[in-house]
């Protein structure tokens, strides 16, 4: 962590004691986590360990009840305009309208984001993603593996600084799944930072630098992928788990 | 500004292309507007009543429900696949959302209000035609009142399972008395009176519609916010 509690021009994602309560429900209990350009995380954890609490927040869809974050510099309580335009989420909705086309979904999304030459900026990243043959039909008639290659295309279509990606395997079949893999790929090695939450333990290693495990509201563990035994990191990872419940249950 | 005024005109742009395909709210909208004032006219003997006395008050049911059937399915779509939340990262001013869902559906009603007129007219048999212009100022002003409203109440009713009861209970009440001085006026008119003699109720109507936009602009961003 930062000695002054501020990032470094070198973070891109710096979060610090950030707390999220709903009512008596605490879904965040103080998370510190930090990130640098380029790197990857991956965040493990149970349902209810407040993982996509903790997405929405950064992502200023939801705002902390007490803590600071910044992405890319800009803190998230602002929640400005240019913060946003430093992010691309991919998440288990779409984010987009089933009766226009994908060409129509990304031109929208292009044009919100200020971009210039929307139509054309569009099309490329779905050329990139694969459905250029498919740019005219209504995203309602997609695969669910196409429409999350769309969902990629609509969250990098900015060309984000950071991308969130909030359990992207979720309901994708095995080829679906390595597509969506190889996208996540090519990504990373543009040097792209990202942060996935997922519960699928070996996709969720092989590409990250970083890992860390949530339970609980709280950081039960983080560190650096090399440092950690991938072939008894299930093991270990149950056991982080059911270590933060003890922890809990005592205060 | 300049930015501002462009994602109003894309999110406007956006519900208007979806809607030429779909063509779903305006359909519906429409259908019911059309069905209320047939079941009036069906229930009044116009030989007996006179048609300038109960017909302002059913062109006004019909404009109310009909839109309010607009509104729910607004943001409906909105959160279908979570597009709401798509809008919301975009680098976009929580404020430029409301206006742009505002303004949609002020089109869509408008236009569904203009279509209705001569309906209203052949069914009722009343003159609108002579004070066209002025009904139309009268109609514009009380739509503005129910879709500035009705748009942040949308918003808000979205995120409860029971939208489509709770938008119509929190809508009606507050809305009254922009309806009451529409439908107040819309009957003066077409009595004969002139719009210059109605400016008290011109003025009333103007003020809700500007203190309705002020709450709208102070809250959405709370409202929008999970």
């Given at each position: 962590m930062s000695e002054n509690g501020l990032p470094s021009p070198n973070h891109i994602l710096f979060v610090k004691a950030l707390r999220k309560t709903f009512g008596l429900i605490q879904a965040l209990r103080g998370i510190d986590l930090e990130l640098f350009k380029g790197e990857f995380l991956t965040i493990f954890g149970p349902n209810g360990a407040g993982k996509t609490t903790l997405i929405k927040i950064l992502s200023s869809l939801a705002k902390p009840t007490s803590g600071t974050a910044y992405i890319a510099g800009f803190?998230?309580?602002?929640?400005?305009p240019q913060m946003r335009s430093q992010i691309g989420v991919i998440s288990h909705?779409?984010?987009?309208?089933?009766?226009?086309s994908a060409l129509e979904n990304l031109v929208f999304y292009a044009k919100m984001h200020r971009l210039e030459n929307p139509e054309e900026r569009a099309a490329q990243v779905i050329d990139e993603m694969g459905l250029k043959a498919r740019m005219?039909?209504?995203?309602?008639?997609?695969s669910r593996g196409m429409t999350q290659r769309l969902s990629i295309a609509r969250a990098i279509i900015n060309n984000p600084a950071i991308l969130f990606l909030d359990?992207?395997?979720?309901?994708?079949?095995q080829h679906a799944s390595e597509n969506l893999k190889e996208r996540l790929s090519v990504l990373r090695d543009a040097k792209r930072s990202i942060v996935m939450i997922t519960h699928d333990i070996p996709r969720g290693l092989e590409m990250c630098d970083r890992v860390a495990i949530m339970a609980d509201g709280k950081k039960a563990f983080m560190g650096h992928?090399?440092?950690?035994d991938k072939n008894s990191f299930e093991g270990f990872y149950y056991q982080t788990i059911a270590n933060s419940r003890v922890d809990k249950n005592r205060k | 500004m300049k930015a501002y005024l462009a994602q109003i005109g894309t999110i406007i742009w956006k519900d208007v292309l979806s809607e030429l395909k779909t063509k779903e709210l305006f359909a519906s909208m429409f259908i019911f507007a059309v069905l209320s004032i047939l079941i009036f006219i069906f229930s009044i003997n116009l030989s007996i009543v006179n048609a300038n006395d109960v017909g302002p008050g059913v062109l006004w049911v019909a404009f109310i429900f009909s839109g309010t059937l607009g509104l729910n399915r607004s943001f409906t779509l909105e959160k279908e696949n979570g597009c709401l939340q798509g809008m919301m990262l975009?680098?976009?001013?929580r404020t430029a959302i409301y206006f742009g869902k505002m303004i949609s559906n002020l089109l869509f009603l408008s236009i569904m209000e203009v279509l209705i007129l001569p309906v209203f007219m052949i069914f009722f048999?009343?003159?609108i035609i002579s004070v066209l212009f002025s009904l139309l100022l009268v109609i514009f002003l009380g739509s503005i009142g129910f879709c500035v409203l009705g748009t942040l109440l949308s918003s808000l009713a979205?995120?409860?399972?029971?939208r489509e009861i709770m938008l119509p209970i929190l809508l009606y009440p507050l809305v009254t008395p922009v309806v009451i001085g529409s439908v107040n006026m819309t009957s003066r008119l077409l009595a004969?009176?002139?719009?210059?003699?109605m400016t008290k109720w011109i003025g009333l109507i103007s003020c809700f519609d500007i203190v309705f936009l002020a709450v709208s602009i102070m809250t959405i961003d709370h409202i929008l916010e999970e």
């Amino acid at each position: 962590m930062s000695e002054n509690g501020l990032p470094s021009p070198n973070h891109i994602l710096f979060v610090k004691a950030l707390r999220k309560t709903f009512g008596l429900i605490q879904a965040l209990r103080g998370i510190d986590l930090e990130l640098f350009k380029g790197e990857f995380l991956t965040i493990f954890g149970p349902n209810g360990a407040g993982k996509t609490t903790l997405i929405k927040i950064l992502s200023s869809l939801a705002k902390p009840t007490s803590g600071t974050a910044y992405i890319a510099g800009f803190n998230i309580e602002d929640a400005n305009p240019q913060m946003r335009s430093q992010i691309g989420v991919i998440s288990h909705a779409s984010y987009l309208y089933d009766n226009l086309s994908a060409l129509e979904n990304l031109v929208f999304y292009a044009k919100m984001h200020r971009l210039e030459n929307p139509e054309e900026r569009a099309a490329q990243v779905i050329d990139e993603m694969g459905l250029k043959a498919r740019m005219h039909d209504p995203v309602g008639v997609f695969s669910r593996g196409m429409t999350q290659r769309l969902s990629i295309a609509r969250a990098i279509i900015n060309n984000p600084a950071i991308l969130f990606l909030d359990e992207p395997y979720t309901g994708l079949d095995q080829h679906a799944s390595e597509n969506l893999k190889e996208r996540l790929s090519v990504l990373r090695d543009a040097k792209r930072s990202i942060v996935m939450i997922t519960h699928d333990i070996p996709r969720g290693l092989e590409m990250c630098d970083r890992v860390a495990i949530m339970a609980d509201g709280k950081k039960a563990f983080m560190g650096h992928v090399d440092d950690v035994d991938k072939n008894s990191f299930e093991g270990f990872y149950y056991q982080t788990i059911a270590n933060s419940r003890v922890d809990k249950n005592r205060k | 500004m300049k930015a501002y005024l462009a994602q109003i005109g894309t999110i406007i742009w956006k519900d208007v292309l979806s809607e030429l395909k779909t063509k779903e709210l305006f359909a519906s909208m429409f259908i019911f507007a059309v069905l209320s004032i047939l079941i009036f006219i069906f229930s009044i003997n116009l030989s007996i009543v006179n048609a300038n006395d109960v017909g302002p008050g059913v062109l006004w049911v019909a404009f109310i429900f009909s839109g309010t059937l607009g509104l729910n399915r607004s943001f409906t779509l909105e959160k279908e696949n979570g597009c709401l939340q798509g809008m919301m990262l975009s680098p976009v001013d929580r404020t430029a959302i409301y206006f742009g869902k505002m303004i949609s559906n002020l089109l869509f009603l408008s236009i569904m209000e203009v279509l209705i007129l001569p309906v209203f007219m052949i069914f009722f048999n009343v003159d609108i035609i002579s004070v066209l212009f002025s009904l139309l100022l009268v109609i514009f002003l009380g739509s503005i009142g129910f879709c500035v409203l009705g748009t942040l109440l949308s918003s808000l009713a979205s995120n409860l399972k029971t939208r489509e009861i709770m938008l119509p209970i929190l809508l009606y009440p507050l809305v009254t008395p922009v309806v009451i001085g529409s439908v107040n006026m819309t009957s003066r008119l077409l009595a004969g009176e002139k719009l210059a003699d109605m400016t008290k109720w011109i003025g009333l109507i103007s003020c809700f519609d500007i203190v309705f936009l002020a709450v709208s602009i102070m809250t959405i961003d709370h409202i929008l916010e999970e």
